[in-house]
């Protein structure tokens, strides 16, 4: 009975809770959230489609600079901007994605060449002036204009990015009980196997990438509209990239809530450890690597499939 | 127009020395444990600290300095693999790039604790030194650099040939099941051979430190090209990282002489990926399969 | 006018300088159990992964149902009705016994309801009904044979092939893979086996087609081409065992 209460009361509490938080706890919150979101959109990829993409910074950046220079260029309402971004950088999935498929790059090639595309379009904004180049770009919040997804407070970008991780998580939850839930683990087990099954693993794996690029594009808009600031390597960097996929390893690849689970863990780590060494930057990455490495070693399956596992010893794919 | 080209494939040839020897590391790690390490860039950028440390502290050279570097590095590396990674030889491929993922983020940040972020110089009395070779510039340090690369290489080459070990460890990574069945303890000689491609690396660090700033990010940029360098000259092949080393450095300094701002590492990453995807055993492996 | 149904002409595959398979004709008609044997290394099994898209054929005519196979990917090819076991099983291993064979029943189904009633249709025809639920990486072997033939079979294929499905079963467990062969066999679908246990292929067959060296030496009715001087001498010649099963 509790087990079942205790997701409902979370819930409540999320949507709750909030507007009685202090300003900090909204932003570790946001925080949680905001890493839970991208490593669902990881996740659809990665966990479930067994493709870990070292790169997925590249449609994060997409979608935040498109959106914004859409924005300070046309006026264009970033909520319009964040679809534009999402099509751009599922485009660019679909483009790399093929590539990689099609000429059969799986595992650590994969996790490389997907590093090599957010690398070169790093490298790319860092050049071009017309995108700000390093010193990035500054999208300008003169207050509350909620159709220019722009808020004066936080708490409405709290319930923006849980509207979105929610909604990932919801997503995520269609796509593992539908055909493609099927194809993706089948084709995640054993690709060959898959195809003489009648599973089309390019067109699969293809259709995952373009989903998960697409998400993870929302992201990099909702996160030039929340810091109001964007340049190359915040947003094509190794930090977006790892930071998305770690939530989504250490929660649990592969499972609804392991992504949203993992975040809950690892975002608070990070923020205390930086409250607690102040000026020592990189005690918290430290740690997310130690995370990583005991993670790996001990629960495998992260930590809903440790959770799972405690509870049925059985197995099976839920 | 050909003096520009001829002082880039200078400058190309110099950096792509020590790039083999990087490279060379990662090659025989992969070769022997089929892991790609991503902990590798990280082990440079460690091995440039030692160097860093026993010059302002004591005063010594650089060039000496890899006489402490090799061998501590060496044993971290056996350290880490033994610690790390053996105990998880049966997990899932992705899952153990995962751990080295996880031993970079921990070691890069571990300097950036430890050490801050600021650049650090080691500035030696040839630091600046140079001198010219029909108009194109060559820089002391930069030689230097090179030529202990590849020195080290080709010895640790000699050594794979020569030495039971070495033969121990090419027997490993050509034929694990042969070299199970002859004796070899495996856990041994996995151990050793991390230890040994980290050497490489560390050592590579600390011949760069002349000319090259001390900070922890600058593991990561040479983890990239540790990658390039080895998907182009084939994984696995030792000889191949080297030429692969070359490679690289050439079109990156090419790409740095005709391209502006930092564009020379579109022209590395496009090599990369045209590689990866047309000939992922690289321009010298053997096809061993994705 | 040709005969639908399987039909290889010609075939020849190569790997640098080993020539694998060479001139290699076989026809499979709608009803016929056509048993594919000879010794190890004969290139039975490449036969099956260039008929079934995982390897191009170097030369030579593939039709299935007057439709060229040749070029496909596997999955094409499984949707066209042809499927296919592998020798050394590959099931699923994280997903149950019958989510593995729903994988192969979306092959065909509209969508995941109808997928899960096929799925647990052909579940019980093999007779895993029992082990639905198990997680596949915790079968034994004679289950996971089993298994691999279900998951080919919710495909809905109207040709099947086999790869070794007796392979590593006592004769119990022959007994009962060949009878839920002659089963498949009375639903309508054609097959092409690959096999070893020559009494069992040898009991089920309309007709045998003998590889050796990846040439065809002999076809015929099973009491003829085990007869059959040719036949006799390439197994004792390749290994005293196969021929004494």
Redesign the interface.
Known sequence: MAARLAPLLAAAALVALPPLMPKYALEVLISILFFGYLGACWNILGGYG?Q?SFGHAAFFGLGAYTSTLLFLHWGVSPWIGMLAGGLLAAGFGLFAGY??FR???????F???T???A??LR??A??WKAVGSSLGLVVPNRGSAPALFLFAEKLPYYYVILTMAVGALVITRAMERSRMGYALAAIRENEDAAEAAGVDALSTKLSAMALSSFLTALGGTFYAQYFSYIDPSLTFG?AIS?GGLLPA?VGGAGTVTGPLLGSFVLTPISELTRAA?RG???????L??????LV??FL?NGLVGWIRARRAPAGGRR | MTWLFLQAVVSGLLLGGVYGLVASGLSLIFGVLR??NFAHGAAMMLGMYPSYWLFVLLGVDPYLSILVTGPLFFGIGVLIQRI?IE??RD?????Q???T?????????????LW??DFRTVRVWYSGASFLVADVLVEVPRLVAAGGAVLIALGLWGFLRTTDVGKAIRALSEEPEGARLVGVNVARIRGVAFGIGSACVAVAGALVTPFFYVA?DVG?SFN?MA??VV?LGGMGNFLGALMGGFIVGLAESLGAAFL????K??VV??L??VV???R?EGLFGTRRG? | MSAPGLEIRGLIKRFGGLVAVSRFDLTVAPGEIVGLIGPNGAGKTTVFHVVAGFYPPTEGAIAFEGTSLVGLKPHAICRLGLARTFQLVQPFAGLTTLENVMVGAFNRAPDVGAARRRAAEIVEFVGLGPRRDVPARHLTLPDRKRLEVARGLATEPRLLLLDEVMSGLNPTEIEAIIGLIRRIHARGVSLLVIEHVMRAILALSHRLVVLHHGEKIAEGPPATVARDPLVIEAYLGESGEAAAR
Do not use: K
């Open positions: 067994g870990f590539l990689s000429y059969g790059l799986r595992g650590p090639y996790s490389l060449v590093l090599a595309f690398e070169m490298v790319v860092v050049n190794p790892i390893i060494l020592r930057a990189g005690a918290d990455i430290m997310y690597g130690l995370v990583l490495i790996i070693s495998p | 892991i790609l790390v105990p998880n997990a899932a491929e992705h899952n790039l995962l751990l993922l996880g031993v970079a983020l921990f070691f890069e940040n571990l300097a950036l604790v801050q972020g922890p990561e990239i990658f390039v998907v502006p701002g930092s564009l590492q579109l990453f496009g990369f990926v990866l995807l047309l992922p994705r």
